[in-house]
């Protein structure tokens, strides 16, 4: 028996192949993800269907997540970097 790759379960993570830059983890402010909940669901998502992204590509959902930066928690000169 043959194992499915992440592409063959998925076909949009195909798409994204090629094109996602190197990791980049930020800390967010508590209560951030209420926020792109309810930013989602104003922008057509049914509640019921809403998922906490894994990959963002989305002006508005990155514009966001990256203003909820928790920026004291980033070391100082390399941000996007845990400690």
């Given at each position: ?13 195909a ?69």
């Amino acid at each position: 028996m043959r194992s499915i790759t992440p592409c063959e379960a998925n076909p949009y993570y195909a798409t994204l192949r090629g094109r996602l830059g190197p990791l980049s983890l930020h800390l967010v402010q508590p209560g951030t993800f209420r926020e792109l909940r309810a930013l989602m669901i104003r922008r057509g998502a049914s509640p019921s269907q809403v998922k906490v992204p894994r990959v963002v590509t989305e002006g508005p959902l990155a514009e966001l997540l990256m203003e909820r930066r928790d920026v004291a928690s980033e070391p100082a000169g390399r941000p996007g970097l845990p400690a």
